[in-house]
Each structure stands twice: as structure tokens, then as C-alpha cells.
């Protein structure tokens, strides 16, 4: 079965310091993809980047940066700079060929709540 | 402007009844998304619809029903079968089901069981 763990309720971070968030994923597809999502707290769902399994470099946006091991199946979001507006819900995501038989769809962890403090 | 609206923001049950959570997009995707969030819990899957007429089943259906009779719009109602329906209910949509495809999320529906 595909899954998505992410072991860190909570990070605390230091305004302008760099803060990685943890996330490793089991799926037997053979390509997939993953995704990290921001959710402040008015609840909208905010996409921040992507990475293809076969993608051979690790995908960048901005402050955003996606560690991405593929043998050891993890997935870690890197934030540079913390801002204090980066404090909010992080989630994992993943999406493959087959996903326990709901093709393509998105899976999710529980999330990370990340506080940046001033 | 592109985006997916979801109505109402807060929306109050008694136990009993069954209530409908709207969701339209106007971005011309295929692919619509329900998904539960708990706190704690991340978000689960409740239904998907692949295409207009055809939805199926995500992790915790039971409860829940749905409709695609038109392309950009994607209803979830909760009916009096769900136990523990006081929740925030997310609505979300994508151009296709890529495995590179991002989706896109409308602004919540917080449900609350009074």
C-alpha cells in the first residue's frame, strides 16, 4: 500500500535560519510523483514544488528546495530564510500510477506544523 | 479569475439531516477532488471524479455521496450515515491525474455537528 510519513508534528525555526521537514513515502509504482503543499491558517491548500521520480536533479523554487533520496524514499523540504509567514501546515503528498487502486490520485501525511520565530 | 470556490465557509448540521457541500471550478479540469482533514490527520480521500458522469470511491466513502453531472462542478453531500461528520472538508481539482499534476484547492468548508 502507497503511504506518506511524516514524522515531525511541530518545527520551530529562527526567522532567517534554514529548516528542513521530514518526509519519506512507501510505493511499489514504478514512477511517481511528489508534492509539497503549504496550509496557512485560513486553510487553503498552497502548492511550493514538485519532484518526478525520475527526475535526475533535485527540484528548486525560490526559497523552496526538495532533498530528494530516492533509495532511501524520502522526499525532504528544504526552506531557506526562514520569513515569519512561512508558519503554517506543511504537507507531503504523492501521486503514481496506481494508487490502491484509485488511479492517480493524491495521497497526503499528516503534516508538519512549522513555527518561525522572530 | 481561475480558481475553485467552495460554499458555504462554515456550515452547521443537526444530527439527522444531510447537508450539501458545493464546490465549482472554473479552470477547465477534468479531475475533481473531496478530501476530509481532521485535526492531526492530514487529508484523507473521500471521492474523486475522473471525468464528468464517473466518480469513484476514495478511503472513507461511507457516508458520503457525490455527483459530476457538469464539468466544473463537483457536490459532496454528507448524509445522516456519517457518525462523525464535523470536520473541514476541502475541495480540490486538476487538469488531468498525471503523476506531475498539481492540484489545485478551493478555500474550505468547515462542518460542524450541532
Known amino acids: 500500500a502507497q503511504k506518506i510519513t511524516q514524522t515531525q508534528p511541530g518545527m520551530f525555526v529562527q526567522e532567517k535560519e534554514a529548516v528542513t521537514l521530514d518526509c519519506t513515502y512507501d510505493?511499489?509504482?514504478?514512477?511517481?510523483?511528489l508534492f509539497w503543499y503549504k496550509q496557512p491558517s485560513s486553510g487553503e491548500m498552497i502548492f511550493l514544488i514538485y519532484?518526478?521520480?525520475?527526475?535526475?536533479q533535485n527540484a528548486t523554487e525560490g526559497r523552496y528546495s526538495l532533498n530528494f533520496q530516492k533509495a532511501r524514499k524520502s522526499a525532504n523540504l528544504v526552506i531557506s530564510a526562514s520569513q515569519l509567514g512561512d508558519s503554517a501546515m506543511y504537507f507531503c503528498?504523492?501521486?503514481?500510477?496506481?494508487?490502491?487502486?484509485?488511479?492517480?490520485?493524491?495521497?497526503f501525511g499528516k503534516g508538519t506544523k512549522l513555527s518561525v520565530k522572530p | 479569475d481561475g480558481g475553485i470556490t467552495q460554499s458555504p465557509k462554515y456550515l452547521f448540521r443537526k444530527e439527522g439531516q444531510n447537508v450539501t457541500l458545493s464546490c465549482e471550478q472554473n479552470?477547465?479540469?477534468?479531475?475533481m477532488y473531496w478530501y476530509r482533514q481532521d485535526p492531526g490527520q492530514g487529508l484523507r480521500l473521500i471521492y474523486y471524479?475522473?471525468?464528468?458522469?464517473?466518480?469513484q470511491k476514495g478511503d472513507i466513502a461511507e457516508g458520503y455521496s457525490v455527483s459530476r453531472e457538469k464539468k466544473e462542478s463537483f457536490p459532496l453531500t454528507v448524509t445522516s450515515a456519517q457518525k462523525n461528520p464535523t470536520a473541514f472538508y476541502l475541495c480540490?481539482?486538476?487538469?488531468?491525474?498525471?503523476?506531475?499534476?498539481?492540484?489545485?484547492f478551493g478555500q474550505g468548508t468547515r462542518l460542524t455537528v450541532v
Open positions: 480540490a481539482s486538476s487538469i488531468d491525474t498525471g503523476i506531475g499534476t498539481e492540484a489545485f
Open positions: 471524479s475522473q471525468i464528468v458522469n464517473d466518480f
Open positions: 503528498a504523492m501521486r503514481g500510477l496506481v494508487l490502491g487502486g484509485s488511479q492517480g490520485n493524491l495521497i
Open positions: 519532484q518526478g521520480s525520475y527526475d535526475q
Open positions: 510505493t511499489s509504482d514504478p514512477s511517481y510523483g
Open positions: 479552470l477547465n479540469h477534468d479531475a
